[in-house]
Antibody, heavy 117, light 112 residues
Framework: EVQLVESGGGLVQPGGSLRLSCAAS????????MHWVRQAPGERLEYVSA????????CYADSVKGRFTISRDNSKNTLYLQMGSLRAEDTAVYYC??????????WGQGTLVTVSS | DIVMTQTPLSSPVTLGQPASISCSSS???????????LSWLHQRPGQPPRLLIY???SRFSGVPDRFSGSGAGTDFTLKISRVEAEDVGLYYC?????????FGQGTKLEIK
């Protein structure tokens, strides 16, 4: 059974940092590109960042570019999102996701990040 | 990055009636292997999205046959033949033909 389990969310002050992790199991993690997607309360999904299977290429939404860093450790089957200079508008549930063709589309349950003083 | 645009953003429908959602991409989604990796996802409140349709028109395991997908190139459609109460929520189209894989803004399906 495929599982993606996010952790590391919580309450952080504006300007602070947080590191999210996503532990993957049940599939060959090292062969799949991975994504972080977020959803603010009551809002729609928003793409945050993506990384290729080897980690050699990464992409970011303009809203987080320069503040967030995606990475992965294929030996640990784990995806990371290092978030810095956090703002109130970064408050959201953060999902780790495999969005791979043709139908390897898996989502974690999400971890809530709240940026507030 | 490929931009995915959905219409409408909100769709009030009557139970038992059909519904249709459109999705267009900023460039062709035909992959070099000849396939078109366009999927549709459904998200209920408080839950992560789940896969409904992949490769334009293939229903994922367990998805009712009232859901169907069609289209080609840059224009795609999801149809629900007869809307049921459990179909409410957000629908997203997703392209996995070109990295990074991107999705539309979402269409909110609600019951009139």
């Amino acid at each position: 059974e495929v599982q993606l389990v996010e952790s590391g969310g919580g309450l952080v002050q504006p300007g602070g940092s947080l590191r999210l992790s996503c532990a993957a199991s049940g599939f060959t993690f090292s062969t799949y590109a991975m994504h972080w997607v977020r959803q603010a309360p009551g809002e729609r999904l928003e793409y945050v960042s993506a990384i290729t299977s080897s980690g050699s290429s990464t992409c970011y939404a303009d809203s987080v570019k320069g503040r967030f860093t995606i990475s992965r450790d294929n030996s640990k089957n784990t995806l990371y999102l290092q978030m810095g200079s956090l703002r109130a508008e970064d408050t959201a549930v953060y999902y780790c996701a495999s969005l791979n063709r043709p139908f390897y589309i898996y989502w974690g349950q999400g971890t809530l990040v709240t940026v507030s003083s | 990055d490929i931009v995915m645009t959905q219409t409408p953003l909100s769709s009030p429908v009557t139970l038992g009636q059909p519904a249709s959602i459109s999705c267009s991409s900023s460039q062709s989604l035909v992959h070099s292997d000849g396939n078109t990796y366009l999927s549709w996802l459904h998200q209920r409140p408080g839950q992560p999205p789940r896969l409904l349709i992949y490769k334009i028109s293939s229903r994922f395991s367990g998805v009712p046959d009232r859901f169907s997908g069609s289209g080609a190139g840059t224009d795609f459609t999801l149809k629900i033949s007869r809307v049921e109460a459990e179909d409410v929520g957000l629908y997203y189209c997703l392209q996995a033909s070109q990295f990074p894989y991107t999705f539309g803004q979402g269409t909110k399906l609600e019951i009139k």
